[in-house]
């Protein structure tokens, strides 16, 4: 089956900044894609040239297997764009939104589509009041609502849930699964990580320019060691000495807390080695954990080290 998205080596530069230096991912029908990347790493302008609103200045990109540049009305027939700053009319009610945009489409059944829509993303009962007394959440909810009027094949979400409670969070993640699941291909731009680890088959991190790591959520998890542990002791001067003792032979993380966290290999020699010295030396941590490696701390890990290569 081909891809649903294509890009390859895409540049863009703005004047003489250089936003897209060597951008190339493939996103498969019918799966979900995160892309990652710290504020101005070039989302959004991913975003706008894959949905035809700007043009690229290098390199090729298709959309439902057209070309974005030679192909763009084509394009624009099978996607919906959610972007980042909500869409919606201030002076229509939610319902009138959606009908507004049915009939632009030439929907034929708008007013049942509407109707449909405002019920999947639980604004029935405010559908006929007018927009300007929604709040930020239910703006989201309609704004993505009327993007998926005529049934577009691949959706593109522009920070989906930004400024959302998690109750809001968690109805627009099963919403976007069950895009998933009906076939439609899912792009989206997400600031939370957890987000991405949540809803996408393949992530990828977009940082100066380039895609520094893509894969599944635990493809790059395994980016960062497994062997961090975390100590955590009940008076300052315990802490202190564990530090002191630890410090040499190991990588050692702490600040002003009562906890240190310790990098080891992983390995069961390496992690009791840790506590062998704290117990010679009498020193008893009040609570000790491993951490799970997060995304957050693939991306530190990823954009951090790239960062310092760069100097
Ligand atoms: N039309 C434009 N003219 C000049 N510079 C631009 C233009 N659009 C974007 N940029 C610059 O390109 C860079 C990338 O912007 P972009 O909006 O793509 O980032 P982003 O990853 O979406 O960031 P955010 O997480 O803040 O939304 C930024 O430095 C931005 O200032
Ligand atoms: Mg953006």
């Known amino acids: 089956m081909d891809a649903a998205i294509e890009v390859r080596s895409l540049r863009k530069s703005f004047k003489n900044v250089s936003v897209l230096k060597d951008v190339s991912f493939s996103v498969p029908r019918g799966t979900v894609f995160a892309l990652l990347g710290s504020n ?6 991913t975003i706008n040239i894959l949905t035809t609103l700007i043009r690229a200045d290098g390199g090729t990109a298709t959309v439902a297997g057209h070309d974005v540049a030679a192909s763009p009305d084509k394009v624009r027939n099978e996607i919906s764009l959610t972007g980042q700053f909500a869409a919606v009319d201030d002076r229509l009610t939610g319902r009138e939104n959606l009908l507004l945009i049915g009939d632009l489409r030439h929907v034929r059944d708008s007013a049942e589509t509407a109707s449909e829509l405002l019920r999947r993303f639980g604004l029935e ?3 006929d009041r007018g927009v300007s007394t929604f709040s930020g959440g239910m703006r989201r909810r309609l704004d993505i609502a009327m993007s998926l009027i005529g049934a577009p094949s691949v959706v593109f979400l522009d920070e989906p849930t930004t400024g959302f ?5 968690n109805e627009m993640w099963r919403t976007i699964r069950s895009l998933a699941e009906g076939g439609t291909t899912v792009f989206l731009t997400t600031q939370y990580l957890e ?5 996408a088959d393949t992530i990828a991190v977009l940082h100066q320019g380039k895609i520094v790591a893509s894969g599944t959520a635990g493809e790059l998890k395994k980016l960062v060691p497994g062997g961090l542990i975390e100590l955590t002791f009940s008076d300052k001067d315990s802490r202190d000495a564990a ?10 993380t702490e600040d002003e807390g009562p906890t240190l966290t310790i990098a080891t290999d992983g390995s069961v020699a390496e992690v009791a080695g840790v506590f062998v010295r704290l117990r010679d030396a009498r020193i008893e941590p009040a609570e000790f954990s491993q951490k799970v490696a997060t995304l957050d701390d693939v991306f530190l ?4 080290s790239t960062d310092r290569e760069a100097e």
């Open 243 to 252: 530090s002191m003792l630890l410090r040499s032979g190991y990588e050692l």
């Open 301 to 304: 890990k990823i954009t951090g």
């Open 125 to 127: 009962e405010a559908a």
């Open 195 to 199: 987000e991405a680890d949540e809803l």
């Open 165 to 169: 409670d998690p109750e809001a969070r």
């Open 40 to 45: 101005g790493a070039g989302k959004t302008t």
